[in-house]
């Protein structure tokens, strides 16, 4: 068995070793992004520790459902649990809780972020989650995982909220930078920049 805790105990001395390297090189502009980078990586590590560990390796779980087709523990089907309410609440919140983070992170570290390209690539990640989760079930020779095409629109609808807070956000804080007046720093000008990208979003919509 493959768990989350080994997964994290490889995966955070790599993150940590690859952000103190790249924040020492960084120019005082840069580092802001680079911390934003960091936090949200942990973020990501710990989607994926939440959502593809523990994976069963040793082959015993397998054998236990043999017989059983492959494709029995999925669904395909969008919206029809949610709308009829078979869908576990606490199962829709969390999957909701979980998109929320990269809906309001991702502003900080996309390139050039909009309300429509934080939403598309909080999509597509949370698309890639569930095609993880089908790969690893193939690879070990069972679905391990509920692969769950509702899981993706929860997911989504949580990045669309973290997109809206975001831009209440960036609302806030852009009337509170102008009382406040010029300078401040590397961390407010970082601010500035990316709370000025989120204007440009709501009023030309890409």
């Known amino acids: 068995m493959l768990t989350s805790e080994a997964f994290a105990a490889a ?12 924040f020492v090189r960084a120019g005082g502009q840069q580092r802001p992004r680079v911390l934003c980078l ?3 990586s942990v973020y990501l590590v710990e989607v994926l520790r939440l959502t593809l560990f523990p994976i069963p390796v040793d082959g015993s779980m397998a ?4 017989g059983i087709p492959f494709f029995t523990h999925s669904n395909p089907v969008p919206l029809t649990d949610l709308l009829q309410g078979r869908a576990d609440a606490s199962e829709v919140i969390r999957n909701v809780a979980l998109g929320v983070p990269f809906g309001f992170g991702g502003w900080f570290v996309l390139r050039r972020p909009s309300a429509a390209r ?9 698309v890639a989650v569930e095609l993880l989760q089908l790969a690893i ?4 020779g069972f679905m391990y995982r509920v ?14 909220v973290g997109v809206g807070a975001f831009l ?11 009382g406040a007046g010029q300078g401040g720093g590397a961390n ?6 990316v709370t000025g990208r989120a204007a440009v979003s709501v009023r030309r919509p890409r």
């Open 11 to 22: 995966a955070y001395p790599i993150l940590v070793v690859v952000f103190l390297a790249v």
């Open 38 to 40: 960091a936090v949200f």
């Open 63 to 66: 054998r236990s459902f043999a």
């Open 118 to 126: 934080v939403l598309a690539a909080g999509s597509i990640a949370f």
């Open 137 to 140: 079930g193939w690879a070990v």
């Open 147 to 160: 692969v769950d095409i509702n899981d993706v629109i929860l997911n989504a609808a949580g990045v669309a």
């Open 168 to 178: 209440v956000f960036a609302r806030l804080w852009r009337a509170l930078d102008r």
């Open 188 to 193: 407010r000008e970082f601010l500035r920049s």
